[in-house]
């Protein structure tokens, strides 16, 4: 290994600039979107039924509407799946390939399982606005049988989706024929069983819960807890309770709505269960505090049991200071030992006893710092990045902009940044770490802080839960990577 | 503390870079030399100013979206707070209130005359006047210095304080109100007769609402009312209607930026819109476009 970093070096590329959109489940027919370009219309026209779709189409075309901007993307917890959620309230699945003793070196690579659409816009006619159908989150279940559950989420309603395969069906019917015409019962003189044939592979997704009219504000976080019967969802003032298996109510569990919205000052913006105790989760602020609740102390958990903050530094104060220190999101680690927050320039990881101040702090782009008011001005500086942990806990991972994301070794303190574009990737090629030159004279390779691309931001990233294997998300395109094996 | 007459009028040029660093670092001003200190001054103000402008006319295009974000609105909100608390800090509300000129409100001849109280008394001790920096979470305690007394302002975590400490020095010094063992100055330039009344109110930390030297209840800042009025359809209850109304239509230098902010067709107080395109056009003079 030439530059001594021990992950991320091989990557299958999967471009994804378009969603094929297949039958999913029952009734659930779906047209093509208008937003495909014709050219891919015409070669799917004769798609009508679920098959295991064959991606290659999808390669080499990067239309990037809006409707395809991934959104939410999660490995679920065997690494055997991969969700992506996107603008349009698609989801696609995509499922690892079995391992072939024939062909060593390609491992498992990911290829499309299934895709549903799983929200649509909707309209509140008491407010007069749009719902938008964007996929906020994607949360994965535990899988106890032969189907796959998931969460998924927009801005007001959960759904619980089953995706299940069919390979066999039953033929052979007495009362109709094989299209499925009723046959005239005078004609039928014998009687048969039907018996099972196997068929193409389907994959068929089914909405089996949707939790809808719990939220005035925007869901942002969805969570499941340890017990996998309850979950909760995370608007920007309640967090509510579910059971999985009942839709009409939920318990609220976190209010910080003040009595007066005019003192409003702060809002939840990210939730998350502890990954081992059903009775923890925490919840960070967009004042950059996180709080950390036990749902035994009592029903409603507006009292903290922990509050994390680090005190403010007084020399790096500027109007922007607040802003820059709202939380985006916040993990547990595997262990549910540590926490860690992303804020807009660092990354920062705490240790559940200790609430004065993080463990460590990881600085992801500090050369934005003096660049604040102008990201201000367009907008930049309110972008919500996502933060991973590996497996082990001993690395984590967080975008940045220009498609860059960044990596750091928390044991040898050693970072990384990277880049997922098409132009810098090639099959098989190891990445390349890319540098960002501050000031002074610019190497070959860097690049300089002007010259970054604000547009290409790399929001949602995904971690394999045992592997080496990372899935990130730049715009409308998903690049999975994962590091060379010898 | 500058001297009255030589601030200079904002002016809607943009220079993106001194901006940037500007913002970048604390707000922190430096006293080195009194050539010096008027030029890094002035177009520290001018900065101020031109990102309280951008601020404002952010959460006036929420309104034009779908359904605004909360999260990034309370972030612009409290920026505009931040703001405008600092420019009423070291007077730059003098600006506004001098371009109202002699309209003869109560409050703001209050204010000017704090201004005088806060110059005199700084031009007799002639030291150089810190700011300390403006928190409104962790940091428990601040420390102004004007002049050669020390107000001291504490911070409580829930309620942003009101962080007029600074500009109470130079008022009366009985106005002082100790509530809960936070001290906190509600002499915000109030007529004495509604003072009593909303001191309980100002106390639960409705910034906004203490800055609007007018008669009416805090709280009917129009900026704000709109901003969350689309997020929440109970803002819609009787309360919030009775206080929209209290409001009175005096307007105070603070309301000279709200109307800015709302002069664009949103839902605003009915009874100041005339008052309001008197006060723009004199502000369109004043700025020259």
């Not at chain 1, 993080?358 to 500090?366: F, G, I, N």
């Amino acid at each position: 290994v030439s530059n001594g970093y021990l992950f991320v070096q091989e990557q299958t590329l999967r471009f994804l600039p378009l969603f094929h959109i297949l039958i999913s489940g029952k009734g659930l027919i779906m047209t093509k979107s208008a937003q495909l370009a014709p050219t891919l219309l015409s070669q799917m026209d004769e798609e009508i039924d679920t098959r295991k779709i064959n991606n290659s189409f999808l390669r080499d075309h990067n239309y990037a509407t809006e409707a395809d901007i991934i959104s939410t993307v999660e490995f679920n917890p065997t690494g055997e799946l991969l969700a992506t959620g996107d603008k349009g309230g698609r989801v696609v699945v995509f499922q690892r390939e079995q391992e072939s003793k024939n062909q060593p070196h390609r491992r498992g690579e990911y290829n499309v399982y299934s895709t549903f659409q799983s929200h649509e816009p909707e309209f509140d006619y008491l407010k007069s606005l749009e719902i938008e159908e964007k996929i906020n989150k994607i949360r994965w279940l535990p899988q106890q049988n032969a189907a796959y559950f998931l969460l998924s989420t927009n801005d007001k309603t959960v759904k619980l989706w089953k995706i299940s395969e069919r390979d066999k069906r039953p033929e052979g019917y007495n009362l109709k024929d094989e299209e499925g015409r009723i046959r005239d019962p005078a004609t039928i003189t014998a009687l048969r069983v039907p018996v099972l044939q196997p068929m193409d592979l389907m994959v068929e997704a089914t909405p089996r819960r949707v939790f809808s009219n719990a939220h005035t504000y925007h869901i942002n976080s969805i969570s499941v807890s340890n017990d996998y019967e309850t979950y909760m969802s995370t608007d920007d003032l309640r967090i509510n309770l579910w059971n999985l298996e009942i839709t009409n109510q939920s318990f609220n569990i976190v209010d910080i709505k003040p009595a007066n919205m005019e003192e409003l000052t702060e809002v939840i913006t990210a939730a998350e269960f502890h990954p081992n105790q059903c009775n923890t989760f925490i919840y960070s602020s967009s004042k950059g505090s996180i709080r950390l609740c036990d749902m035994r102390a009592s029903a409603l958990c507006d009292n903290h049991s922990k509050f994390f903050e680090e005190p403010e530094d007084p020399s790096n104060r500027s109007f922007f200071s607040e802003i820059i220190s709202s939380i985006s999101d916040v993990k547990f680690s595997h262990s549910g030992r540590y926490l860690m927050t992303r804020d807009y320039l660092t990354v920062k990881v705490w240790d559940l006893n200790m609430e004065s101040k993080p463990l460590e702090t990881y600085q992801v782009h500090d050369y934005l710092r003096s660049k604040l008011c102008s990201l201000y001005e367009n907008d930049c500086i309110f972008d919500k990045f996502e933060c991973v942990w590996n497996g082990s806990d001993s690395v984590i991972m967080t975008g940045s902009y220009n498609n860059f994301f960044r990596m750091f070794d928390r044991n040898t303190k050693r970072d990384v940044t990277l880049e997922a574009s098409r132009e810098n990737s090639k099959p098989r090629a190891i990445l390349k770490p890319r540098k960002v030159c501050v000031g002074g004279k610019r190497r070959k390779d860097e690049i300089s802080v002007d010259s970054l691309d604000f547009s290409k931001k790399i929001l949602h990233t995904a971690w394999h839960p045992s592997e080496n294997i990372i899935a990130v998300a730049a715009t409308n395109n998903l690049y999975i990577f994962q590091d060379k094996v010898n | 503390m500058r001297k009255r007459g030589s601030r200079p009028i904002y002016m809607p040029v943009r220079r993106r870079r001194e901006k940037a660093n500007m913002y970048s670092k604390g707000t922190k001003r430096k006293f080195s030399d009194g050539v010096d200190n008027k030029a890094v001054a002035a177009s520290y103000s001018l900065q101020r100013q031109s990102l309280l402008d951008m601020s404002l006319l952010k959460l006036q295009l929420c309104h034009m979206l779908a359904e605004p974000n909360l999260c990034r609105s309370v972030l612009i909100a409290n920026t505009v707070r931040q703001i405008q608390e600092e420019m009423a800090h070291d007077g730059s509300w003098q600006v506004v209130t001098e371009a109202l000129g002699g309209s003869g409100h109560g409050p703001s001849d209050r204010l000017v005359d704090t201004e005088v109280l806060c110059q005199s008394s700084e031009q007799q001790d002639g030291g150089p006047r810190l700011y300390s920096v403006m928190g409104y979470d962790g940091c428990r305690e601040e420390e102004v210095v004007t002049d050669k007394a020390l107000c001291s302002v504490v911070v409580g975590d829930r309620a942003p304080a009101l962080l007029l400490g600074t500009i109470g020095h130079c008022w009366d010094r009985g106005e002082l109100r100790v509530e809960d063992g936070v001290s906190k100055d509600s002499g915000t330039g109030e007529e004495e007769g509604t003072k009593s009344g909303e001191g309980a109110k100002m106390a639960t930390g409705q910034v906004f609402g203490t800055f609007e030297i007018k008669n009416g209840a805090p709280g009917s800042d129009p900026a704000l009312e709109e901003l969350f009025s689309d997020v929440d359809a109970s803002y819609y209850d009787l309360d919030t209607m009775l206080t929209g109304m209290q409001s009175a239509p005096k307007m105070g230098p603070y309301d000279f930026l709200d109307s800015l902010a709302s002069s664009h067709g949103s839902v605003s107080n009915s009874s100041c819109r005339a008052d309001l395109n008197e006060l723009d056009h004199i502000m369109e003079i004043i700025v020259g476009s």
